[in-house]
């Protein structure tokens, strides 16, 4: 099983970016993806989740408005996009996957889990 994000970097605030999640080693269509992220010191924080299985999505109350995420089937990949990009947004964002349904912001209920890719937000 592997989950691979890509995509972040060093961006100024107000912009715009869109990271990649590209999974391999278990059957995409029945798992659900979520994105989460974490500052130094502060805990692991859910943000957006899909489920390939019935097509849900969740967001979290402080995600909603600037952040969204959608699912390719035919290559696996899970796409995270966040718009107006603030300081406080920088971190280590992760995608994870557990099997069917998403689980909200409950991290510890994911199965499997990417290394992360930092993104840092200028002011």
Request: charged share 10%; aromatic share 24%; glycine share 10%.
């Given at each position: 099983?592997?989950?691979v994000e890509?995509?972040?970097g060093l961006v100024q605030a107000g912009g715009s970016l869109r990271l990649s999640c590209a999974?391999?080693?278990?059957?995409f269509d029945d798992?659900?993806?979520g994105w989460f992220r974490q500052s130094p010191g502060k805990e692991r924080e859910g943000l957006v989740?899909?489920?390939?299985?019935d097509r849900s999505t969740y967001i979290a109350d402080h995600a909603k408005g600037r952040f969204s995420i959608t699912s390719d089937?035919?290559?696996s990949v899970v796409y995270l996009e966040v718009n107006t990009l603030k300081p406080e947004d920088t971190a280590?964002?992760?995608c994870a996957a557990v099997r069917f349904n998403c689980y909200g912001s409950s991290w510890t209920m994911?199965?499997?889990w990417g290394q992360g890719t930092q993104v840092t937000v200028s002011s």
């Open positions: 099983v592997q989950l890509s995509g972040g999974t391999s080693g278990f059957p798992y659900a993806i989740c899909f489920s390939n299985r089937s035919a290559k280590l964002y992760y994911y199965d499997y």
